[in-house]
């Protein structure tokens, strides 16, 4: 049994070349290029020969958004009943670690009204009623993470490690950006177009609010604050973008009355500017926070890939046993057990090629096993 240890610090990168201004462009950057520029002529196009939604159309999405003839005593009770039941489901899931269970929870939860109502108001210019959704959506995320608090802190142990359902939710990318953005145009075009609303279940789905809640509760319950902040930081950007694509699309149906409805309602450009300035607040640690305000998210199938195919180029005489990575204070430390008949892999090769596919300080320590490999080849 051999064991070796090194160390290596993140090496700068190497200076790009510049590319003459006179030299012509990539042909797949003059592709992507005609395509942005094919797909803005759309845009316009759609925008120029939409048709607005008549008074009565207009009328029922507003009502499916802000629901009258209810008492308001009655209707918080039900939405805070929905809330507390869809975010139990929530939590039972993540600690169970079951993907099904925590689908539920989203198909229960009642946060995707009022945040597309919330994006209605916006491009309407209803200011009070942005309020109130606002008021509406905070009310029902605090309540969410108190319950997920008091669940996590009554069921008895823990898994260690935490619940992949959990870690999932706990260091948010711009892809989850992206898929927000999606969710809530489908979901807005869901409202403004009755034939498409059956898309709704699947918007629910497609963008958790609730599970991120959960997830802060139970975080915060066990002290695991970054991971907390990035929970947060994941519901965040979900409502973000939701409503900006919803305020968008909303704009592009014609839920807005006139052909130019931007045109002299500076406050729905005032409200569009706010949401796009909340999009880049929650962009700049999604994008740069990752280690600091955001946990790393773990290395560890990707380190491994690279061992085994740093150990696969040596030939068959050596096999991977384990791979286990753990990051701490911008150093990924990465233990290494392989198993081998003749000769030991070279440690700082091997750590050289991490690091480089990670771009960070790599601490490289490999447990060498001796084996005896038979073969035997026998006729029927």
Same mark, same amino acid.
């Given at each position: 049994m051999r064991t070796t240890t090194t160390a290596l610090d993140e090496r700068p990168d190497q200076d790009l070349p510049t590319i003459p201004a006179r030299i012509n462009p990539d042909p797949f950057l003059r592709i992507l290029t005609g395509l942005v520029l094919l797909g803005w002529v759309e845009a316009q196009r759609l925008w120029r020969g939409r048709e607005p939604l008549q008074d009565g159309e207009r009328r029922?999405?507003?009502d499916r958004l802000f629901p009258r003839g209810m008492p308001k005593r009655q209707f918080f009770t039900r939405f805070a009943s929905l809330m507390m039941l869809s975010t139990a489901i929530a939590v039972f899931g993540i600690l169970a670690d079951s993907t099904a269970v925590v689908i539920g929870a989203m198909l229960v939860a009642p946060l995707m009204f009022p945040v597309l109502g919330g994006a209605a108001a916006v491009v309407m210019g209803w200011p009070r009623r942005i309020v109130n959704r606002a008021l509406l959506v905070a009310g029902g995320s605090l309540l969410a993470v108190m319950l997920a608090a008091v669940i996590s802190f009554i069921i008895p142990g823990h898994e260690t490690p935490l619940p992949a359902e959990l870690m999932a939710r706990t260091s948010p990318n711009l892809l989850?950006?992206?898929?927000?953005?999606?969710?809530?145009a489908a979901g807005a075009y869901g409202q403004v177009r009755r034939h498409a609303a059956d898309a709704l279940t699947g918007v629910a789905v497609a963008v958790a609010l609730?599970?991120?809640?959960? #997830? /802060?509760?139970?975080?915060l319950q066990l002290t695991e604050w970054q991971l907390a902040v990035g929970a947060s930081l994941l519901f965040l950007a979900n409502v973000v973008g939701i409503v900006i694509a919803a305020s968008a699309t909303f704009l592009a149906a014609g839920f807005v009355p006139g052909r130019n409805p931007l045109k002299g309602h500076t406050q729905i450009l005032r409200g569009v500017s706010w949401a796009a300035i909340a999009a880049i607040i929650v962009v700049l640690p999604m994008q740069f926070g990752r280690g600091n305000v955001l946990p790393v998210t773990d290395p560890t199938e990707e380190v491994t890939a690279v061992v085994e195919e740093y150990v696969a180029e040596r030939g068959s005489t050596t096999e991977v046993v384990d791979v286990d990575v753990a990051v701490a204070d911008g150093v990924t430390k990465v233990? #290494? /057990?392989v198993a081998?008949?003749?000769?030991?892999p070279l440690v700082i090769p091997l750590a050289e090629r991490i690091a480089d596919?990670?771009?960070?300080?790599?601490?490289?320590?490999?447990?060498?096993?001796?084996?005896?490999?038979?073969?035997?080849?026998?006729?029927?």
């Open positions: 029922e999405v507003i989850d950006l992206g898929i927000a953005l999606a969710a809530g609730v599970p991120p809640l959960a #997830v /802060v509760g139970i975080t233990d #290494v /057990v081998s008949t003749i000769a030991a596919y990670l771009s960070s300080k790599v601490q490289l320590r490999l447990l060498v096993l001796d084996s005896d490999t038979e073969r035997a080849t026998v006729d029927p």
